[in-house]
């Protein structure tokens, strides 16, 4: 039999824990990373995805249990919130970066000086750094920094710009081009591909698909873990555990489904074997001694006989009943249906526009435009951060009147903001999504639970201690729990699990009334079948769109 040699692990956690203002975010998980692997840690916000990088990275500590990383080449961290300095060149910040290669390159030069002497113990020093040199590219540096830089769109930047005069996106993308120069040997990525456009993500994941060394990368982009990804860590919220996926994006998705039809499989077989149960319990009791004739007048031996008989029905009755019994103390529940927006019920269909506006404006946050949706329509609005996309679904929600225009509305709006607030700090999960619905809030339990988007343990957990992935799923949950003619969806897909990423795009596509999304969702948007709006930059700097609104409640 051949024997596949055995790959070393570079990175392992063991039974680690960490909390963060008395919120437990991991829970004594267990996983580990091989050398030479690309993996995806995936999971929606707040789960404990970047908590989880910043250990591997050793720039947090667990709580319990240890992290060990085994990487002579180096460990590079992109994290989200890192600032540079504003009054750093672009120069100065790839010098940084490049630091220990050039320390290792002085210093190889320094012992070729010192070698000449014959010191056996700079020879073998030479040796150590040289080898550990041409395994970090070091030669092929400053190569590398104008391939990144070209890469990722800075390639025209001067490099005597300081950072402080840069955009937001261009910081992170010089962070990411420094760090992609200086060559780690483990590379841990936050989200890299934000603040990046199509063609910079595209070289992105071609670099990172062909580099040496060991990736992880925490990323709510599909696309990228589907081209990157060699297998996913998932971060589950909830139960604060970590699951390990094979085969990539694709394995992910079909591990899931299997769960899926195997939850299935065991409530099925639970209702059957109740129902079993049950059959065997009600028909033994009606069974009684055989109606045979007396034989030889001997009434004592037939009365020991069929007593015999009855005894043995009754333990079998009794045997059967304590099986129902323990079944039914621990049932298995149906699965959770797949999502679905609920259409408002009519006697007579929508038809023609059921969405419009003309030459709408808001100062410093849209610039004039003008659409219409007709019933059953589609509309994805796309552009870049600041554009005004945020600030458009708000119009046409009724949330901020325009300084300038008309909007028009038919049928019942669904709105779910980029950041919304579903319920009140104090609220529990179920008063906050049975909040407008009649009757008390524990007459909605079992239509919270049948969606699947919350455990039972949860439900009676306050509104202000949930992550921000669990406040988007509290907002679905109310959304598709209300019957509407038009949706209107600011980055419905941020913030959520892939796996629930792809049920809310199912769900928009079985759904008959008009849609409206703003999105910078790739994989949404290259499966969109409709009509497409894109909102140009405005000329005037303004705030990302999720900073454009005051989340309200919903």
């Known amino acids: 039999m051949l024997r596949r040699p055995l790959v070393p692990t570079q990175i392992t956690a063991r039974a680690v824990s960490r909390s963060f203002r008395g919120r437990v975010v991991l829970d004594s998980v267990t996983c580990s990373v091989a050398a030479g692997e690309r993996i995806g840690i995936v999971g929606e916000n707040g789960s404990g995805k970047s908590t989880l990088l910043r250990l591997f990275a050793g720039e947090d500590r667990p709580d319990e249990g240890e992290v060990v990383v085994s990487a002579e080449g180096g460990v590079g961290h992109l994290a989200q919130e890192e600032r540079l300095d504003p009054h750093a060149t672009v120069q100065s910040v790839v010098d940084r970066a490049l630091g220990e290669l050039r320390l290792i390159e002085r210093r190889l030069r320094d012992l070729e000086a010192a070698m000449s002497d014959a010191d056996e113990t700079a020879m073998a020093e030479y040796g150590d750094l040289l080898t550990g040199f041409e395994l970090r590219g070091g030669y092929d540096a400053d190569a590398r920094v104008e391939r ?16 402080g005069s840069l955009s937001g996106g261009e910081r992170v993308r010089l962070r990411l081009a420094a760090l992609l120069a200086a060559s780690p040997e483990v590379l841990l990525l936050d989200e890299p591909t934000n603040h990046l456009d199509d063609s910079a993500v595209n070289w992105l994941e ?50 899931h489904a299997a769960a899926r039809r195997r939850w299935s499989q065991a409530h099925e077989q639970w209702q059957a074997d109740v129902a079993g149960l049950r059959e065997t319990a009600a028909t033994t009791a009606r069974r009684v001694a055989p109606g045979r004739a007396m034989k030889d007048g001997n009434k004592m031996a037939y009365d020991r006989a069929g007593g015999r008989v009855q005894q043995s029905l009754a333990g079998r ?58 019933a059953g329509g589609r509309l994805l609005i796309t552009g870049p951060n600041g554009a005004g996309k945020s600030t458009l679904l708000q119009v046409l929600a ?20 980029q950041d919304p607030v579903p319920g009140r700090p104090h609220e529990t ?14 007459d909605h339990a079992e239509e919270l639970l049948e969606l699947g988007l919350f455990e039972r343990e949860l439900l009676a957990v306050p509104v202000g201690r949930l992550s921000t992935g669990q406040l988007q799923r509290l907002a679905l949950a109310r959304l598709v729990s209300r019957p509407s003619d038009v949706l209107l969806l600011d980055e419905p897909t941020n913030h959520l699990s892939p796996v629930l990423m792809e049920e809310v795009e199912a769900a928009l596509a079985r759904y008959p009334g008009a849609v409206v999304v703003a999105s910078h969702d790739r994989r949404l948007r290259e499966r969109w079948q ?3 709006l894109r909102i140009p930059a405005r000329a005037a700097a303004v705030p990302p769109d999720s900073a454009e609104v005051r989340p309200q409640p919903v």
Not at 398 to 417: F, K
């Open 148 to 163: 990144a830089l070209h890469g990722l769109g800075l390639g025209l930047v001067a490099r005597d710009r300081t950072a």
């Open 530 to 532: 409709g009509d497409r």
């Open 317 to 374: 009755v009794r045997n059967a009943e304590e099986r129902l019994r323990r079944l039914l103390a621990d049932p298995v529940p149906a699965p959770p249906q797949p999502l679905r927006f609920a259409p408002v019920l009519r006697a007579a269909e929508l038809s023609g526009n059921v969405l419009g506006a003309t030459d709408i404006a808001v100062p410093n946050r849209l610039d004039p435009l003008h659409l219409g949706v007709e």
């Open 429 to 442: 999960v179920l008063a906050a999504y049975a909040r407008g619905l009649p009757g008390d809030a524990a």
């Open 206 to 255: 071609d670099h990172l698909r062909t580099r040496r060394g060991t990736t992880v990368t925490v990323s709510h982009d599909r696309t990228f873990l589907e081209r990157v990804a060699t297998g996913l860590l998932e971060v589950d919220p909830d139960r604060r555990r970590i699951v390990r996926h094979g085969n990539g994006y694709a394995g992910y998705l079909a591990e």
């Open 398 to 417: 009724g949330r901020l009147r325009p300084a300038s225009g008309t909007v028009v509305r038919r049928g019942r709006l669904g709105h779910l903001p």
